[in-house]
């Protein structure tokens, strides 16, 4: 078993993305997998400078040791990508509208060809009529979708050249062998589309989900780095897990809030029960 922690540096670490790193790592030490990270500055315009190094910092400061030396980095993996894309073959199609012209579900205007006078800008993937994806997260339970009336035929890269991440992480899941995917519950509705990469690509079963609920702020807005989540204060590691522990509802004993973060994941590891949550 090996699970994953995959942020994107678009800013430190903040309690929303501490909780995604706990379930992830207790998940998959509770069953004696490997927890890996793995960095998604796929998007360049999207990445702070730096902030990768934040994030790991604050990940060793939480306890949080990965397991490989060396962790994968989106932004040197174009050629894998690239290479997925032309796997995809006759199932891909380039696509001339803006966004301006799609608005929900794309309606398949470009399928048949480009409209005159048209340029490509974006790479759909085709989603056959009527294809019914199913999967089980291991909350929510089994899930079927389907795609054709979702979102239709999605971007796999977009018109400024940059691979979508629903690409992306499918193949650099299935490179890493990640057998548990376990992450925010707002990625629950990418699941299918990423279910469906895995067999368009043939890169044999999806992982196992697990989608936690997300960390909202008073307005009930998801922590973000968009909605200025603040950092975690490295100093108070231990009170940080504490509090996450008790987000994924594992009740931690009042005793070891603001333990030493080595004790608190040992506590969180020998009695993870991922149904509380
Ligand atoms: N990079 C994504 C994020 O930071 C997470 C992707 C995933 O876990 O699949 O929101």
């Known amino acids: 078993m090996r699970g ?31 927890w890996i990270v793995r960095i998604e500055d796929v998007d360049a315009a999207r990445t702070v400078p730096r902030a990768a190094d934040a994030i790991l910092r604050s990940l060793e400061m939480h306890g949080l040791a990965w397991d490989h030396r060396s962790i994968m980095v989106q932004s040197t ?14 199932l891909v199609y380039p696509c001339g509208c803006s966004r301006k012209d799609v608005g929900g579900v794309y309606p398949g205007t470009c399928r048949l060809g480009l409209r005159d006078g048209r340029e490509a800008r974006a790479w759909r993937v085709r989603i056959p009529e009527g294809r019914m994806i199913e999967f089980t997260d291991r909350l929510a339970g089994r899930v079927r979708e389907r795609l054709a009336e979702t979102c239709g035929d999605f971007i796999v890269r977009r018109a400024d050249g940059v691979f979508a991440y629903q690409l992306a992480v499918v193949v650099d899941d299935a490179a ?10 707002d990625l629950l509705e990418s699941t299918a589309r990423q279910v469906y990469l895995y067999e368009a690509l043939g890169l044999g079963e999806a992982p196992r989900y697990l989608h936690v609920p997300v960390v909202t702020d008073a307005q009930g807005e998801k922590l973000s780095k968009q909605t200025n989540a603040v950092a975690l204060n490295d100093s108070r590691a231990g009170e940080s897990l504490w509090k996450a522990l008790e987000f994924l509802k594992q009740g931690p004993p009042p005793e070891l809030r603001g333990a030493a973060p080595r004790a608190l994941l040992e506590w969180a590891t020998a009695n993870w029960n991922a149904l509380l949550i």
């Open 176 to 185: 890493q062998g990640i057998t548990d995917v376990v992450r925010g519950a």
């Open 77 to 90: 993996r174009t050629e894998a990508y690239q290479e997925a894309l032309e796997r995809l073959g006759r």
């Open 4 to 34: 994953r922690f995959a942020p994107s540096p678009t800013g430190p670490l903040h309690f929303g993305s501490l909780v995604a790193a706990v379930a992830s790592y207790v998940d998959a030490k509770s069953c004696g997998g490997e």
